[in-house]
């Protein structure tokens, strides 16, 4: 991309991102902004560099979601250690998996057919890494599809299974349409009795950069079709 122009704007909390466009402006409309061009790559800024603590995560923008989840309590203080050390190895895997994807392409620039070489050994590894993944996974628990309350620092959900306040949980959130899956380590910190089960709040302690990345990605969809409704149904009322 050449001669990129570097924007630096914010989003309804906790959302932000940068943006390198070769043209374009981003216009903004009250707390919201939203980027006018044909040629733009947006990079999301990571959760964590606009993260509130505490009670301030109620000022995370959420929204309305239906998904496919599955959910595994972790048992004891070795089960948690054991899952952060799997989550920390995934994180540098894709760190080693840019660096080499950068390196690819730098082959492919001198030797077109080296680079698709390279880059056909580069998928089967990650294929094989995610069926050793997916075999790993306890298949006692499946994909249930679940209404949820999701933001970028955790969601809330009801089920019938005890669950307890404090207790770590292990999540599978699949997202539609994209059908993509993100693993998180959540903590409760809500469990509210109802007649059918439990109101679960959870907060999510633990994602990889690629999974963050994709959860605030989906939010800023979903909440850019909320906009879009609410403001044609506004203009359907001035007629």
């Known amino acids: 991309m050449s001669a990129r122009r570097e924007l630096a704007i914010s989003f309804v909390p906790p959302l932000a991102m940068k943006v390198y466009a070769t043209e374009g402006v981003a ?13 733009a790559c947006i990079r999301l800024i990571g959760v964590d560099q606009v993260m509130w603590k505490g009670d301030e995560r109620r000022r995370f923008y959420r929204v309305d979601d239906r998904v496919a989840l599955r959910f595994m309590r972790l048992r004891d203080n070795n089960a948690v250690s054991a899952e952060i050390a799997k989550l920390s190895l995934d994180t540098r895997i894709e760190e080693v998996d840019a660096a080499l994807m950068q390196a690819i392409s730098a082959l492919a620039a001198q030797s077109p057919e080296g680079g698709r070489v390279a880059e056909l050994f580069n998928r089967k590894l990650a294929l094989v890494l995610e069926s050793q993944t997916a075999s790993s996974v306890n298949r006692q628990a499946t994909l249930v599809t679940r209404d949820i309350n999701l933001s970028a620092g955790g969601l809330a959900f009801s089920t019938d ?25 959540a903590r409760v910190v809500a469990a509210e009795p109802q007649n059918d089960g439990y109101r679960l709040r959870l907060d999510f302690e633990r994602l990889t950069d690629n999974d963050r990345e994709l959860l605030t990605g989906h ?15 506004a203009q359907s009322e001035n007629g």
């Open 27 to 39: 216009k903004r409309c009250g707390r919201c902004c939203f980027i006018v061009s044909t040629q």
């Open 161 to 185: 299974e005890p669950v307890e306040l404090g207790d770590s949980l292990l999540l599978d959130v699949l997202f539609y349409p994209e059908s993509r899956t993100i693993r998180a380590l």
């Open 219 to 233: 939010i800023m969809r979903l909440q850019s079709r909320q906009l879009r409704r609410r403001d044609q149904s």
